[in-house]
């Protein structure tokens, strides 16, 4: 069946670093991807979406590129700030909604 | 106010007692969601409504039902809670439209089941 996998955390950075996330994922046919966001005690907030291949999601400094050749929508952000601290999950649809497992981000000071 | 508002927020129950979670939506979207949150697991999908009569299974329908009594309306129940359902679960709804698009999520249910 479908799937996603994104890389493993915690992650731990320091404020004004570069960020990224690892995302694959498995499909049939043509998947929507998506990258969300969940602050502590909140639900998701969707961050940047593609919707099909080399299109670029990009929000807040935040970017990620469908990539059909490499099966890949990795996230990227040049310069994180602390406010950028939450977990971050890659998600696609293809049948129906598959999230990964989340990696949590902690920018520090 | 919340545009996606999930009641009720925290629930204790015991093995064997009949659950009903209530999602309700402002937004005027037609297709809603559940889905169950995990540790280390992320959100996996219980069921989608694309319109009021339709209902579909998602990856982990078993133990769950649900009704779409209206268009802002989407009910999750667990029929004979079991410990293994102790989550946290959340409702979405997104726009009508090709493939699906952005999600709105609620705040969430934390459901314990002793």
């Known amino acids: 069946g479908d799937s996603v996998t994104q890389m493993e955390g915690p992650v731990t950075l320091s404020e004004e670093a570069f960020l990224t996330i690892n995302c694959t994922y498995t499909?049939?046919?043509?998947?929507?991807l998506f990258w969300y966001v969940q602050y502590p005690g909140e639900g998701l907030q969707l961050l940047l979406k593609a919707t099909k291949a080399d299109d670029k999601g990009s929000n807040k400094g935040f970017e990620a590129t469908y990539r059909k050749e490499t099966t890949s929508f990795h996230l990227e952000k040049g310069s994180v700030q602390v406010s950028d601290s939450a977990v971050y999950f890659c998600a696609l649809w293809s049948n129906d909604m598959r999230f990964g497992a989340g990696t949590r981000l902690t920018v520090k000071p | 106010d919340a545009d996606v508002t999930q009641t009720p927020r925290n629930r204790i129950t015991k093995t064997g007692k009949r659950i009903m979670l209530e999602c309700s939506q402002t937004k005027g979207h037609d297709r809603m969601y559940w889905y169950r949150q995990d540790p280390g697991l992320g959100l996996r999908l219980i069921y989608y409504s694309f319109d009021v009569k339709d209902i579909n299974k998602g990856e982990i329908s078993d133990g769950y039902s649900v009704s779409r009594q209206a268009q802002a309306k989407f009910s999750l129940s667990l029929e004979s809670a079991i410990p293994n359902q102790t989550a946290l679960y959340f409702c979405a709804t997104s726009p009508r439209g090709h493939g699906v698009d952005t999600q709105y999520f609620g705040p969430g249910t934390r459901l314990t089941v002793l």
């Open positions: 499909a049939t046919g043509y998947p929507s």
